[in-house]
C-alpha cells in the first residue's frame, strides 16, 4: 500500500507540473529519446527487492505513461479524436455524449449501445469527478499503467527483467495514442492486459481456477473493445488438453472455461439491456467489416457505397446476400487480411508503431519485432512441453484465425486489437525461456495462499466495470436547474461546465501552454494532424472570430433538449467554470460547426450546482 501510494503522488506530480513541450512530445510519438532512459532506470529497479523494487518500478511504470498524456495537453494535440489536447472528437465525440446522457438518467444512443461497457464506465467516473475531463484522462491512464506493471512482473518473474521491459516498451507503444482519448481502447486494453495476466498466473501454477477467471476477464476486455474473439476458443481447447487426465479431455476446465465466456457476454448484454437504445444492438458494426470481406476484402465502408441509405438492421443480410452471390469472395478476403498482417511497411500486426517523422526508423523497429516474434514461436514449439509455450501457441493460433474478421485494413493500426496487444508482447520474450532454471520452475508452482494485489484489481476492476454502470443508470436523475429568457435575438442553453473540461486560448506572451490554459500558436500548430482529415473544421477554429471567443466547450449535452453542443465564449464570461450554467447565445447558420453544435456566448448565469 505505501509503494502504491507513493507511485501515485509520483505519477499525479507528473501530470500536475508541466514537463517541457519536446519531451511529451516524444513520449506521444517517439521511440529513442523517452522509452529508453526510463526502460534503462526500470531494469535497475527490477533488480531491487521488497517494497523499494515495487515502489521505484511502479512510479517508473506510472511516470512513462503519464508522459504522452502530459504531452498532449502541453502540446495542444489535435487528430482524428482530440481537439486542442482535450475536447473528444468523432467516435470518442459520441463515447463522451452519451456517458454525459447516462448520467442525466437518459439511454445511450445506439452507436455507443455497440459498447455499452466503456461508455457506462466513462460515464461513472465523469460522475465520480464532477465531469472533470483532465481528472478522467489521468485515472484512465493510471489504469492502464497498473495492469501493464502487473504484466511486466510476471514476465519478469518467468523470463527476467529483459522479458518485463520488452512487454512494457511494447504495451507502452500501443497505448500511448489513447492517453487523453475518450475511444474504447482505454476499456478493452487494460483489462486485456489484467485477464492475460490472470490467465499467465494460473498456467504457470497450473490451477484453473485462475485460468477460468483470466478468460471471464479477456472476455468482458473483448465485449468492451471486439477484436480477436477466436482467442477464447482457442484457449479453451488448449485448456482441455493441457488439464487432461491420461487421454481424457479436462471436463471440469471445459465447463469452468465456457462459464467464464458465457458470464462475460451475459455481462455485457446485461449491460446492454440496462443502459443500451433498444433500436440499437452490440457489434451490430460487425456488419460493415463482414460485408468488406465477403466482398474480396474491401473496408467497412463498402456496404455503404453499393447500398446507399442502408439501414444497421439489414446489413447482415446484405453481408450474407453477398456471400452466396460469391463464395470465394471470403477466401480471397481472408488471405489478403493475412497478407497485410504480416507487413511491416503499413497495416501490419506491428503498425501501431510509429516514429513520427522518421518512417525508415518505423520500419526497422516493425521488422525487428517481426522477427523476435517469429523467434518466440520457434522457441515455443522447440519448448511444447512447458506450460507456458503450449499457451502461447493455442492464443497466436487464435489471433491468425481472426484477422480475417478483425481486417488490418480496418482495424486502424491494430486499434481493434488492444483486448489481445498482450500476446503479441509476451510472444518475443519467449526466445527467452532458454535461460529458465528449475529453481523458477518450482516457483511458478507453488500457489500463493497470501493476499493477491493481481488477482483483487483485476477482478475487481472487471466487476466494476458491469455494475458500476448500472448503479449510475438506475441512481442518475435529470439535473434540477432554473430556466431563464434570453433577449430575443439569442436563445437558452444549459450545460454542466467544469474547468477541468474547458480550453482557454490565451496571448503568446503566456509562459507556457499547458491545458486548461493553451497558447494561441500552440492551438495553430497542433491543428497540423487534424486539418488533413477536417481541413473546413480546423480552418474555421484558427479563424480570428474563434480565436476571439477564448473559452472552447466541445460536445456539452444541452441538458433541455439533449443535444450536442459546441461552446464558443469569452473566458471572463466564465470565471465561475463549475456547476449548470444557464446561456444566452446563437448559431452561425453558415459556419462548419453548426452541424457539430457550435454555439456562440453572448452572457453566462448559474444555475444549479453539479
Given amino acids: 500500500m505505501a509503494s502504491f501510494l507513493i507511485s501515485i503522488i509520483i505519477y499525479l506530480l507528473v501530470l500536475w507540473i508541466p514537463i517541457p513541450q519536446a519531451i511529451g512530445f516524444n513520449a506521444r510519438y517517439g521511440f529513442f529519446i523517452v522509452i529508453i532512459p526510463i526502460c534503462f532506470l526500470l531494469y535497475f529497479a527490477y533488480q531491487k527487492k521488497g517494497w523499494i523494487g515495487i515502489t521505484l518500478s511502479l512510479s517508473l511504470t506510472l511516470v512513462l505513461f503519464a508522459l504522452p498524456l502530459s504531452g498532449v495537453w502541453s502540446n495542444s494535440i489535435s487528430d482524428g479524436s482530440i481537439i486542442g489536447g482535450l475536447l473528444p472528437w468523432s467516435d470518442a465525440s459520441g463515447y463522451y455524449g452519451d456517458a454525459r446522457r447516462l448520467l442525466e438518467g437518459d439511454r445511450v444512443q445506439p452507436f455507443s449501445s455497440r459498447r455499452p461497457l466503456f461508455t457506462g464506465v466513462l460515464a461513472v467516473i465523469l460522475g465520480l469527478t464532477q465531469q472533470n475531463l483532465q481528472i478522467t484522462f489521468a485515472i484512465f491512464v493510471a489504469v492502464s499503467a497498473l495492469s501493464c506493471f502487473f504484466l511486466s512482473r510476471e514476465i ?33 486494453f487494460p483489462l486485456g492486459v489484467l485477464g492475460f495476466t490472470i490467465l499467465w498466473r494460473g498456467v504457470l501454477q497450473q490451477y484453473k481456477l485462475y485460468c477460468c477467471l483470466g478468460i471471464f476477464v479477456m472476455t468482458l476486455a473483448l465485449n468492451a473493445r471486439a477484436g480477436a474473439f477466436f482467442v477464447l476458443p482457442a484457449v479453451v481447447l488448449w485448456g482441455m488438453w493441457f488439464f487432461r487426465k491420461g487421454n481424457r479431455p479436462s471436463m471440469s476446465f471445459l465447463l469452468g472455461s465456457l462459464g467464464a465466456i458465457f458470464l462475460g457476454f451475459f455481462l455485457n448484454q446485461l449491460l446492454f439491456k440496462t443502459i443500451g437504445d433498444p433500436s440499437g444492438a452490440t457489434f451490430s458494426n460487425f456488419a460493415h467489416t463482414l460485408y468488406g470481406l465477403v466482398s474480396g476484402g474491401q473496408d467497412w465502408t463498402q456496404i455503404l457505397k453499393d447500398n446507399p441509405g442502408v439501414q444497421e438492421n439489414q446489413m447482415y443480410a446484405l453481408a450474407f446476400e453477398a456471400f452466396w452471390k460469391n463464395p470465394w469472395g471470403i477466401i480471397q478476403g481472408s488471405i489478403k487480411a493475412w497478407q497485410l498482417y504480416f507487413d511491416p511497411n503499413q497495416l501490419g500486426a506491428f503498425s501501431f508503431i510509429n516514429v513520427k517523422f522518421h518512417p525508415l526508423t518505423t520500419e526497422r523497429i516493425r521488422r525487428f519485432f517481426y522477427f523476435v516474434s517469429l523467434l518466440g514461436f520457434c522457441t515455443c514449439f522447440c519448448q511444447f512441453k512447458r506450460p507456458e509455450s503450449s499457451l502461447m501457441i493455442a492464443l497466436s493460433f487464435g489471433i491468425l484465425l481472426s484477422v480475417p474478421f478483425v481486417p488490418p485494413w480496418d482495424a486502424d493500426s491494430m486499434r481493434a486489437y488492444a483486448a489481445t496487444i498482450p500476446i503479441s508482447a509476451t510472444l518475443p520474450t519467449c526466445i527467452l525461456g532458454f535461460e529458465l532454471n528449475q529453481k523458477r520452475e518450482n516457483f511458478a508452482r507453488n500457489f500463493p495462499l497470501r493476499f493477491d494485489p493481481l488477482l483483487f484489481f483485476g477482478i475487481s476492476f472487471a466487476l466494476f466495470s458491469v455494475f458500476a454502470p448500472i448503479t449510475t443508470k438506475l441512481l442518475s436523475k435529470p439535473a434540477n436547474f432554473s430556466e431563464i429568457t434570453c433577449p430575443n435575438s439569442t436563445e437558452p442553453i444549459y450545460l454542466a461546465l467544469n474547468s477541468g473540461s474547458l480550453i482557454e486560448l490565451v496571448n503568446d506572451d503566456f509562459s507556457h501552454s499547458y491545458i486548461p490554459k493553451i497558447r494561441i500558436s500552440d492551438f495553430k500548430k497542433g491543428m497540423a494532424e487534424f486539418a488533413t482529415g477536417y481541413p473546413e473544421i480546423a480552418e474555421e477554429l484558427t479563424n480570428q472570430d474563434i480565436i476571439s471567443h477564448s473559452v472552447i466547450s466541445h460536445n456539452g449535452i444541452d441538458l433541455k433538449t439533449k443535444r450536442h453542443v459546441w461552446l464558443f465564449a469569452n473566458s471572463e464570461l466564465l470565471s465561475d467554470r463549475n456547476g449548470i450554467m444557464a446561456i444566452c447565445g446563437s448559431v452561425e447558420d453558415k459556419s462548419p460547426l453548426q452541424p457539430y453544435g457550435g454555439f456562440y456566448v453572448e452572457s453566462i448565469e448559474k444555475v444549479g450546482d453539479l
Fill in 156 to 188: 519478469k518473474k518467468s523470463y527476467g527483467a529483459i522479458g518485463g521491459l520488452f512487454v512494457i516498451v511494447v504495451l507502452f507503444t500501443f497505448y500511448r495514442r489513447f492517453a487523453g482519448t475518450t475511444l474504447t481502447e482505454n476499456l478493452g
